[in-house]
């Protein structure tokens, strides 16, 4: 996977980050890493429940300097094919700056995570 991390981006839908998450996406400008999702304590953790605290926690990493960064989300249901909830960022005007090399710690709170019961992918 670090050839796909660290080679030239491909070109490609949206929906193939569910289908294959490891396919790197974008024009190589800014790296995602380091992704976590933490309960109400701040614990990492992999599952939630329905009203409970949810946060997505991830670096956001410029190689060259970023005027205008936005950051979506989708939670995906895997066995329909489409988004539950989904967040656009530069749509909404949820926007911040990097300059080049800057790393900037990200979190996304959900204080009353409102999905049905199930499984999602969050993309």
């Known amino acids: 996977f670090q050839d796909l991390l660290e080679g030239e981006p491909m070109d490609a839908s949206v929906g193939v980050g569910a289908l294959a998450p490891q ?9 995602i890493r380091d992704v976590r999702l933490l309960n109400a ?11 409970a605290t949810l946060t997505i926690e991830f670096i956001a990493q410029a190689r060259r300097s970023l005027p205008r960064v936005g950051v979506g ?13 989904h967040s656009q960022a530069l749509a909404t005007g949820w926007t911040f700056s990097l300059t080049e090399g800057e790393e900037r710690r990200v979190q996304i709170r959900f204080p009353d995570l409102t999905l049905h019961p199930g499984h999602y992918h969050l993309g």
């Open 23 to 31: 396919v790197r996406l974008g024009n190589g400008a800014a790296v």
């Open 73 to 85: 989300y989708a939670f995906l249901v895997p066995s329909l094919g489409v988004a539950a909830a």
């Open 41 to 51: 304590d701040g614990e990492a953790t992999r599952s939630f429940e329905s009203r």
